[in-house]
């Protein structure tokens, strides 16, 4: 079996986005609750498409799509639209 590298990837510095998604087919998104989250979000999933990451695979929260919802859901709902 073969052991794949995983890397860290700082989504508050955009270098560290880029470096980290250089190279890489599969992408594990786990974000944190920040005001910002979409935006950062957007900004990871963009780049991952320049890098041709071919699957990536997004933790939520349960009931995102719940309306109105938790603040949280809502942020994560916005996050699983890009």
Known sequence: ???K???L???INPESIINALNG???LFLLTLPRPN???ITSRVINEAK???VKHIVKLSVLSAEA???LIIGRM????ENL
């Open 1 to 3: 079996m073969k052991i």
């Open 5 to 7: 590298r995983s890397r």
């Open 9 to 11: 990837l700082i989504w």
């Open 24 to 26: 890489i087919d599969k």
């Open 37 to 39: 989250m979409p935006e």
């Open 50 to 52: 320049k890098n041709e």
């Open 67 to 69: 309306e109105p919802g």
């Open 76 to 79: 994560h709902r916005q996050e």
